[in-house]
């Protein structure tokens, strides 16, 4: 159970911070980096959120709920990196079931789509734009985890990474259904402004 009782507590007035197993880090340590960046995603889908209140939307508006929770998960995933300690509980960690949700979803959406011939410019709709914004950073956390888990002694697990990999791919197809419900994608053409002369 979290209880935040005080907001400032002036530990990491000199530039470190506390990992949930109580190592206190540089608050530049890529550790650090890397939940940071999904809690900066999280808060992304919070803002494409606003841009989810039509009906038309709502079933979106509930799959970027359940992610924003995700994304909380996998925060405190990679804030107590598996060390082999006993902890005395059971530290939080993304689960098979949740990739294996985004995948479905990933489906789902996908299925109601024609196919994709061309890259599409982040844009459209305001929540598709929003998506890809989300998208760009998502796939930023995944750079940083993964260069995270290539150095020694600092463990990321293979499902962490496999879900930030399918959130970013959800994240894609999610800005594609958005705009098929309005204008459709906006379409790359390729040398265009090559031309406009």
């Known amino acids: 159970m979290v209880v935040l009782n005080k907001i400032y507590t002036k530990t990491g007035d000199q530039g470190t911070t506390a990992l949930g197993t109580g190592e206190r880090v540089s608050k530049t340590h890529l550790r650090i980096e890397a939940y940071g960046t999904v809690d900066e995603a999280n808060a992304l889908l919070g803002v494409t959120r606003l841009h989810c209140s039509d009906e038309a939307l709502s079933e979106i508006d509930t799959m970027l709920y359940r992610i924003q929770n995700d994304l909380f998960d996998l925060g405190a995933d990679l804030c107590v990196p598996e060390d082999g300690e006993d902890r005395g509980y059971e530290p939080l960690r993304i689960n098979e079931g949740q990739v294996e949700r985004l995948e479905r979803e990933i489906d789902q959406l996908n299925d109601e ?28 956390a995944e750079r940083e985890m993964t260069a995270l888990a290539q150095m020694e002694k600092e463990p990321v697990s293979d499902v962490a990474l496999r879900y930030i990999n399918r959130l970013s791919d959800f994240l894609f197809v999610a800005s594609r259904w958005v705009n098929a419900r309005y204008d459709g994608d906006v379409l790359w053409q390729p040398g265009k402004t090559k031309r406009d002369e």
Not at 128 to 137: D, F, I, K
Request: charged letters at 15%.
């Open 113 to 140: 789509l024609l196919p994709l011939r061309s890259f599409v410019l982040p844009g459209g709709h305001p929540a598709a734009a929003h998506l890809h914004v989300c998208r760009t950073v998502c796939r930023r």
